[in-house]
Structures are given as C-alpha cells and as structure tokens.
C-alpha cells in the first residue's frame, strides 16, 4: 500500500503562502476525531501519489510518525496553475462502512464491433467496509457489437453483498451506437441550388 507522509499543519499560517512554499494543504477527519486534522504536504509527494492514486484510493498517510489507514476522499486540481491545491482523507475504521467512488476503465476499444463506442459514466458511487472497496471497474469492450449497453446493474460490483450502491443500477456506463454520416445542410442546400438553375434554363 502506499505511504504518503505528511505534517501537522498550523492554522495560522495562510493556505496561499503555504503553496508557495511548494506545500499542498488538506485534511483528515473520520470515526473517533473530534475535529478534523489539518495538514501540509510537500507538493512534489502529492504529485508522485496522484500518478498511481486516485479519488476512492487507500493509502498509509504518516502524519508526524503517526501512520493511518485512510481513503483517498477529495483532491482539488488547479488544471490553470498545472497544481494540485488540496488533498482530503478520511480514516477507514474496521467495521465501519464509507461512501467512496470507482472509476470505470473501458479497454479493448478498438475491438467493438459495428458502432462507436460511447461512455457515459466516468464512474460509480457506493458504500462499503474498508475491506470491500473498489477502486477501478474494467468493462471489456472487445465483446461488445453494434446496439449493446451496459448498465450498472451488469458490473460485477452491483454483484457484490459487500458493496451498497449509490448510483442507479440502470444507468447506462457505455453502449455502442451506429456511426451517422449525416450530410451538412449547407452542403445540401449548395447541392440542391445548381440543379434549379439547371431545370429553370431548360424551361
């Protein structure tokens, strides 16, 4: 599992200046904290973690020598800056079930049959005990043909007794589709034009 270190952070000191500093600021809260925990870390830490983790990941966050089991909850991506400005987690306790989220991955695109393949869900809201949760779901596209849709429902999480869905188990994740060649309108308005002139000369 992966271990993500961390400080104490103190309030006093302002988020902006902290990212400055080069450091990305968050918080850890969960069953048992009475206030949640806020925290600094350096910024080129969060950016290594975010190329293997993602939103519903877990992790060992060591904050100051104190390691926790916790969940990858929230992050906010400057997508302007290109930086990462805040990281939230929340501390998986046995027993206890947390709302989290599973990214749907489609592979073999290029093997679908008859269509264009089309995703509609990035991904899937649930509830389960930390020993239960699920960070990506694979849907195979290569067994896919023109017309076919899969719907929550036909993941093997909605399988699951362990896992409490979230999102509506008929929701459509991805279906294939035939591919439109539509002429523009202006192409054919451009096309119908010339053939009128034509019958008015030949009246």
Not at 24 to 37: Q, R
Not at 170 to 182: G, L, P, Q, W
């Amino acid at each position: 599992m992966t271990t993500l270190k961390a400080e104490k952070r103190s309030l006093e000191i302002k988020a902006k200046k902290l990212r400055r500093q080069g450091l990305v600021t968050g918080n850890v809260f969960g069953k048992g904290m009475e206030n949640s925990l806020p925290i600094q870390m350096d910024v080129r830490d969060a950016e290594k973690l975010l190329r293997t983790n993602k939103k519903g990941s877990r992790l060992t966050l060591d904050v100051d020598g104190t390691k926790m089991n916790v969940l990858l909850k929230e992050y906010d991506f400057n997508a302007l800056k290109n930086v990462i400005n805040e990281m939230d987690f929340q501390v998986l306790v046995q027993g206890e079930m947390v709302h989290s989220v599973a990214e749907i991955v489609v592979v073999n695109h290029e093997m679908t049959e008859g269509g264009v393949l089309q995703q509609h869900l990035e991904e899937i809201s649930y509830r389960a005990l930390p020993d239960s949760l699920v960070e990506t779901i694979e849907v195979d596209a290569s067994k896919l043909k023109l017309g076919d849709t899969v719907r929550v429902k036909d993941l093997a999480i909605a399988s699951d007794k362990n896992v409490h869905l979230m999102t509506d188990p008929e929701e459509v994740v991805v279906s294939v589709t035939a591919v439109h060649n539509d002429v523009p309108e202006t192409e054919a308005t451009e096309t119908a034009a010339p053939a009128a002139a034509e019958e008015t000369k030949a009246e």
